[in-house]
């Protein structure tokens, strides 16, 4: 089993900035992929963004591309996402995820069901 806590979101201008945390705890020496996934009221969850257990691949959505940075500190069992540039349609409660998986280079992929553990979530507002 794997507990999964959130921090970092809030209230921020357009064009601001957030980094976002995700604490892990349980039995985290197992290679776990991690993801980033938010859902905006009325819709669906989406993929935001994965990285490798080894930390040397990530996989972005087209909307976040080059605003977002996913990363992991291991020996923190935490894993962040840096938010530059935010937007309006940025608002949203962002979840990380994880997933077991054999190998250290494996991403845990973009689609929820991929995912074997969730936090409880951390809302994130863009003002306009």
């Known amino acids: 089993q794997v507990q999964l806590v959130e921090s970092g979101g809030g209230l921020v201008e357009a064009g601001g900035s957030l980094r976002l945390s995700c604490a892990a705890s349980?039995?985290?020496?197992?290679?776990?992929?991690m993801g980033w996934f938010r859902q905006a009221p009325g819709k669906e969850r989406e993929f935001v963004a994965d990285?490798?257990?080894?930390?040397?691949?990530?996989t972005y959505a087209d909307s976040v591309k080059g605003r977002f940075t996913i990363s992991r500190d291991n020996a923190k069992n935490t894993v962040y996402l840096q938010m530059n540039s935010l937007k309006p349609e940025d608002t949203a409660v962002y979840y990380c995820?994880?997933?077991?998986?054999?190998?250290?280079?494996?991403?845990?992929?973009?689609?929820?069901?991929?995912?074997?553990?969730w936090g409880q979530g951390t809302q994130v507002t863009v003002s306009s």
């Open positions: 995820a994880a997933v077991k998986r054999s190998g250290s280079n494996t991403l845990g992929g973009p689609r929820p069901y991929e995912y074997d553990y």
């Open positions: 349980g039995r985290t020496f197992t290679p776990y992929a």
């Open positions: 990285i490798t257990w080894g930390g040397a691949r990530t």
